[in-house]
């Protein structure tokens, strides 16, 4: 049993110091706080761009399709 926690212990260690010298973690171990802060802000900013990057492109899909599904005669303009 002592083994397990040994190794449990031993993958918490390695994976919170690849956090720690990722480029996430750099932020805060050598800014603290203000690091955390700025580091949230980019995460926040980047998934607003994201998102909607995605949602342009489901109201893109959904128009083909809608285009697709539709009347063939309203298809005509597709050929044009």
């Keep these: 049993m002592e083994d397990m926690i040994n190794k449990a212990v031993g993958a918490a260690g390695l994976a919170g110091g690849a956090v720690m ?3 996430l ?3 805060v171990l050598f800014h603290g706080v203000s ?3 700025v580091g949230g802000l980019g ?3 980047a998934n607003a ?3 909607k990057i995605v949602e342009q492109n489901k109201q893109i899909q959904d128009a ?3 285009q697709i599904d539709g009347d063939p005669a309203e298809n005509d303009s597709l050929l044009d």
């Design 35 to 37: 690091g955390a802060v």
């Design 49 to 51: 761009v994201i998102g």
């Design 43 to 45: 995460l926040y900013a």
């Design 64 to 66: 083909q399709e809608s």
């Design 25 to 27: 973690g750099f932020p």
């Design 21 to 23: 010298f990722s480029p």
